[in-house]
T-cell receptor, first 112, second 111 residues
Framework: GAGVSQSPSNKVTEKGKDVELRCDPISGHTALYWYRQSLGQGLEFLIY????????KSGLPSDRFSAERTGGSVSTLTIQRTQQEDSAVYLCASSRTADTQYFGPGTRLTVL | GQQVMQIPQYQHVQEGEDFTTYCNSSTTLSNIQWYKQRPGGHPVFLIQLVKSGEVKKQKRLTFQFGEAKKNSSLHITATQTTDVGTYFC???????????FGRGTSLIVHP
């Protein structure tokens, strides 16, 4: 079946603009994670969704970051008033059992 | 909070040499997973270890989980150029659905 998909694959924006990143998880996967990976760095946890439960937002770096997951499927990560330090690859992963995570190809965000 | 330290950060080897990366957690883990990320790619799941002292093999890769469930290692025998990439460990503590990733070890294999 299809894997995790993310769009856009690349996004270049100007400082101060808002951006929306989309994640389509694997069908039937109830868990969804967002991570941020800066160049040459590890994975920084941002937010976790599990079914209809309230999301765990403990990793969001500031109130400019928010995410939602509609209908337990597609998720959107929104960054408001982007800053240059927001430049990174944003990875989405889904999981059926909250164990093995299947990652999408990521969205490379560049803030000029 | 939980920390997972991974060493080394980089490792250069000649093709055919062995390679090992180590993960150490500040707290006891319920399980640990290993992922591989090829240059320009995304992390891909390799394996999960759950039991104390567990050892699992995948062809030339050997994964170990420490007796105290606070450390783990990945060993590659006779590296090949296809092994190039960054290897991440990710540990979970009991009751948490959020793994803590190590910073990864980047393996560079010279032909």
């Amino acid at each position: 079946g299809a894997g995790v998909s993310q769009s856009p694959s690349n996004k270049v924006t100007e400082k101060g603009k808002d951006v929306e990143l989309r994640c389509d998880p694997i069908s039937g996967h109830t868990a969804l994670y967002w991570y941020r990976q800066s160049l040459g760095q590890g994975l920084e946890f941002l937010i976790y969704f599990q079914g209809n439960s309230a999301p765990d937002k403990s990793g969001l770096p500031s109130d400019r970051f928010s995410a939602e997951r509609t209908g337990g499927s597609v998720s959107t990560l929104t960054i408001q008033r982007t800053q240059q330090e927001d430049s990174a690859v944003y990875l989405c992963a889904s999981s059926r059992t909250a164990d093995t995570q299947y990652f999408g190809p990521g969205t490379r965000l560049t803030v000029l | 909070g939980q920390q997972v330290m991974q060493i080394p950060q980089y490792q250069h080897v000649q093709e055919g040499e062995d390679f090992t990366t180590y993960c150490n957690s500040s707290t006891t883990l319920s399980n640990i997973q290993w992922y591989k990320q090829r240059p320009g790619g995304h992390p891909v799941f390799l394996i999960q270890l759950v039991k104390s002292g567990e050892v699992k093999k995948q062809k030339r890769l050997t994964f170990q989980f420490g007796e105290a469930k606070k450390n783990s290692s990945l060993h590659i025998t006779a590296t090949q150029t296809t092994d190039v990439g960054t290897y991440f460990c990710a540990g979970r503590t009991g009751g948490s659905y959020i793994p803590t990733f190590g910073r990864g070890t980047s393996l560079i294999v010279h032909p």
